[in-house]
């Protein structure tokens, strides 16, 4: 985002992709809409046929990685929900 707030792909699709009216990110309220979405990576047809080789500790995130993934995953299946929107906020601002 360019408020410098990162989110997944999936919940970056979700949250700032409703219809031309601008979403707030979630933890600092600033207002965007889906085409303020910068991506961090590009995907190629070239990427995506190869397959990366295996790094050490591949497959591990660290546990406050995983809070913050469970958190949106939670977030983003139960939109609305107040006390999940509070779950993602804390997660992601550590």
Avoid at 22 to 27: A, E, L, N, R, S
Avoid at 42 to 64: K, N, V
Avoid at 70 to 77: F, G
Wanted: with cysteine; glycine share 8%.
């Amino acid at each position: 985002m360019p408020c410098g707030h990162l989110y997944c792909l999936a919940c970056a699709s979700f949250w700032f992709h409703q219809g031309d009216a601008p979403q707030p990110c979630v933890i600092c309220r600033k207002n965007f809409t889906g085409g303020d979405i910068i991506k961090l990576w590009l995907t190629t047809e070239s990427q995506t046929s190869q397959t990366p080789e295996p790094a050490a500790g591949d497959g591990q995130i660290s546990a406050a990685a995983q809070e913050v993934l469970d958190a949106c995953e939670a977030a983003a299946a139960n939109v609305g929900a107040k006390e999940e929107d509070e779950a993602l906020a804390i997660a992601l601002s550590k």
